[in-house]
């Protein structure tokens, strides 16, 4: 699902656990959310903004407290 809050919501109606609603991500563009599964672990849902994604090499931070590490 590429919208993270329709997926928070519909994750919420089934009943899941939201360990953190999405926010605004400090190491990628775009949002994240922690859901918790039955057993009690954390998942990470990550909703990239074009065109990031997880082998985009030239991501460069938006916030000034964070530093990219090659």
Known sequence: MPDI???IAELKAA????????????????TQAT???PSGYIITL????????PYYMDWKPE?????RLE
């Open 46 to 53: 990550r909703e990239w903004r074009a065109p990031d994604g």
């Open 15 to 30: 009943g899941v656990e939201i360990e953190s609603e999405p926010w605004a991500a400090m190491t990628f563009w775009g």
């Open 35 to 37: 859901i918790k599964d």
């Open 5 to 7: 809050n329709a997926a």
């Open 63 to 67: 916030h000034d407290n964070v530093e």
